[in-house]
Structures are given as C-alpha cells and as structure tokens.
C-alpha cells in the first residue's frame, strides 16, 4: 500500500514537472514579448518627437516618413487629416516666437498615445 502512495506521488510530481517545464518557457516568452513591445514603442514615440521638435520640422516630410507609416492608425483621424491636407500655414504668434498649430496637434495626440501604451 505505501509502495502505491509513493508511485502515485513520483509519477505526480514527474507530469507536474514536465508541465511546468513547458509552460515556463512559454510565460517568459511572452513576459520578453511585452517588454520588447514596450522598448520599441518608447522608441518610436522618442523618435517622432524628436524629429516634430526640430527646427527643420515639416509635415509633408513627416508624412513621408516610415514612423508616421507606423503611428498614423494611432493618431487621431483629425490629426491626420490635418498632416494630409494641402499645405497651407498654420501659425500663430506666441510668446513671441511663431508656433506651428500642427506640431501641438500632433504631440497632443502622442501625449495621448504614450498614456495608452503607458509610456512614462
């Protein structure tokens, strides 16, 4: 009877670790996954507003660029129908310097893009 309860727990605990073993793998694969998505969408935003605060900015450039590809289905439809739209000047003066109206509609939709991926 003892020699019963002992086979049963070693062949319990030989599947119980085997599935485990299987299974280990697969949640830290996915735990990478998360993380790598993460870096790569840190990146992405860093690198767009980088390239929106430069001085050189232009929205008919941008919108050719292979990050806008990528942000674009994040972006608010308003947002990029009016980085698509003909080019006309969008300008205000402020504080004494020109502020581009685009370059605030974009980093305020970013803004809300980085909260909902939750980038800091």
């Known amino acids: ?20 073993s299987l299974i280990a793998p697969w949640v830290k694969w996915g735990i990478e996954k998360k ?3 993460y870096e790569k969408r840190v990146k992405l935003i860093n690198e767009i507003k980088s390239y929106i605060e430069a001085d050189e900015f232009d929205r008919r450039d941008f919108v050719t660029t292979s990050n806008y590809s ?16 003909p080019y006309n000047i969008s300008a205000v003066q402020m504080g004494g310097t020109l502020f581009d109206l685009k370059r605030k509609f974009i980093l305020e939709d970013l803004a809300r893009i980085s909260d909902k ?3 800091t």
């Open 35 to 37: 993380k790598l998505r």
């Open 70 to 85: 990528i942000i674009r289905c994040h972006l608010k439809e308003e947002v990029v129908k009016e980085l698509e739209k």
């Open 117 to 119: 991926w939750k980038i």
């Open 1 to 20: 009877m003892e020699i019963k309860i002992a086979i049963i727990g070693a062949v319990g605990g030989l599947i119980s670790g085997a599935v485990l």
